[in-house]
């Protein structure tokens, strides 16, 4: 998986970017931080990082960053996860907070959380699954199956679509009530690709986590009010 690190500090910040990013995501935090150690991380299917042999699920990349890590001597962590990173973030304090003495998550607009899912939700995948069944035998139902999916997913690679899909169904309501870290939680209040209520949930699932609103911000919040989100990194690299 390819990455950059930057600094010699064993304080470090590691940048974890969403679906569809890449290092550059954060890459302009760089000139702030100085006396960090940065990593900047393409996930696997992103940036210049290849593709995956097979379909991945959420603990893989969070194994992967654990991988990356063991290459250093740490002192503190401090992860800064948007959106997907976010789902890598809390998958891996879940699994592997013990292992440092001062872990923090930072998470932007994360998913992760289970999202309410209405009546015409549950039709339309009724109605997928239908076609889905006929398509093997009936040429006007293969048409209208591949009408469905945004424009992004039918550009993925098949082994992409289902690692898309594995992570997509995986609810990390469970890991997120057993992190026993120090979290801050950034959002954005007009974020329609993770809705408010989620942060809410996470905020109620993660002890002692704090929950930064954003009003004036969409999904990449981070992005929407820089100053805030560093301001709020800050805090946490510093320890308040």
Not at 59 to 67: C, G, N, Q, R
Not at 154 to 162: A, E, N, R, V, Y
Not at 189 to 212: C, H, Q, R, V
Request: with cysteine; net charge positive.
């Amino acid at each position: 998986m390819n990455f950059v690190k930057l600094g010699t500090s064993k304080n470090f910040i590691l940048f974890l970017h969403g679906w569809g990013g890449s290092i550059d995501s954060f890459f302009w935090t760089k000139t702030y931080f100085k006396e960090c150690s940065l990593i900047y991380v393409d996930f696997y299917g992103f940036g210049k990082s290849s593709e995956p042999t097979k379909p991945m699920y959420v603990v893989d990349y969070a194994t992967e960053i654990k991988k990356i890590l063991n290459q250093y001597e740490i002192d503190s962590l401090v992860i800064v996860g948007h959106s997907f990173g976010g789902r890598v973030a809390i998958k891996f304090a879940y699994l592997y907070q013990d292992s440092y003495k001062n872990l923090k998550l930072l998470l932007i607009d994360s998913a992760g959380i289970k999202p309410k899912r209405t009546l015409a939700y549950h039709l339309k995948i009724f109605h997928y699954k239908f076609l889905k069944k006929r398509a093997k035998t009936n040429e006007k139902a293969r048409k209208k199956l591949s009408k469905f999916g945004s424009s992004d997913y039918k550009k993925l690679s098949s082994i992409m679509k289902q690692t898309f899909i594995n992570i997509v169904n995986e609810d990390l309501s469970y890991e997120a009530k057993l992190i026993n870290v120090q979290v801050a939680i950034i959002w954005g209040k007009n974020d329609k690709e993770t809705k408010l209520y989620m942060a809410k949930k996470l905020n109620k699932f993660i002890s002692g986590s704090k929950l930064y609103i954003f009003d004036k911000a969409g999904h990449f919040s981070y992005l929407d009010n820089k100053q805030e989100f560093l301001i709020i990194l800050d805090s946490l690299v510093q320890n308040k």
